[in-house]
């Protein structure tokens, strides 16, 4: 089983459910990665680079994207 | 009117508007689009995983990239939520991350009450963001001081409020505001607290390059005919500054001539 903090919550993953990169996270949750910024563990990850940035169990990542604001 | 420029870039309007507290995504687009204005403010937030709701996005993602009309709205991320210099810088770097644009409406206010901003934190993060090549457009209380220094370290412009955000009680700060205008070598956009357009012509008339709108518009009755309203205030404000105003006297001055009276003497 592998664990991946999401925005400040675990996220507990089945092996085989695991996913591989970002962009494989984001479509198992159902995100739509055109409007999304990640970090990973602090760091930010460009939105073309989401396909071939692995990521591996006990990772921390950062979904943010806009919202309305003034 | 003539026009806005911030860092280098042309604006024909000289209204910057928010795009929080509208009821719908529909109403804030219409509002936008009746307000005349070419910068919209956004914030940035943690997905929410389990309520995919992206109305409000998905609005504001057609309005900045209409395919006939790409550059039609600046989108301007703010550093909204931060309460510290670093967590500024951090919301900025994940800002042009998507945005692909380095500009930035720096915000640093760690008190949830009354919203005032934290001058050391910004004046801070300003600092490391222009360093960073960020065209930095500081929130600041109106403190003239606190105006030179950002403008010194390299900011776009200052952003000094006229009373606390979406407090809508106008232009408190006005004679701090009018010294920062005097001595202001960017432009001075007066952000926060302007509830009327009567609010926003008279910083409009005093000399502020720009003001900020968002609560105003977005929770007035009719948002789209108070968006509207705003952009002919900030018209005229800007005209009349242009004009120069009269100058006031004590005592009467009468219009009419004081010769030739219905009377004998």
Known sequence: MGVLKINGKEKQFAEDKMPATIADLLSILGVDSATVVAELDGKIIERNKFGQTPICSGQSIELVRFVPGG | MDKLIIAGREFNSRLLVG???FSSSSVMAQAVEASGTEIITVALRRVDITNENDDML????????KPRDRT???LLPNTSGARTADEAVRLARLARAATGINWVK???TPDPYYLLPDPVETLKAAEILVKED??????????PVLSRRLQDVGTAT?????SPIGSNRGLKTRAA??????QASVPVVVDAGLGLPSHAAEAMEIGADAVLVNTAIATATDPVKMAESFKLAVQAGRTAFLAGAAGKTKHASASSPLTGFLRDQ
């Open chain 2, 19 to 21: 795009t929080g507290k």
């Open chain 2, 58 to 65: 998905a609005a504001i993602a057609r309005l900045s990239a």
């Open chain 2, 72 to 74: 039609k709205y600046l």
């Open chain 2, 106 to 108: 720096l915000e640093v």
């Open chain 2, 134 to 143: 960020f065209v930095v457009l500081p929130y600041i209380n109106a403190d």
């Open chain 2, 158 to 162: 200052v952003m000094p409020l006229g």
């Open chain 2, 177 to 182: 505001i009018e010294i920062i205008i005097e």
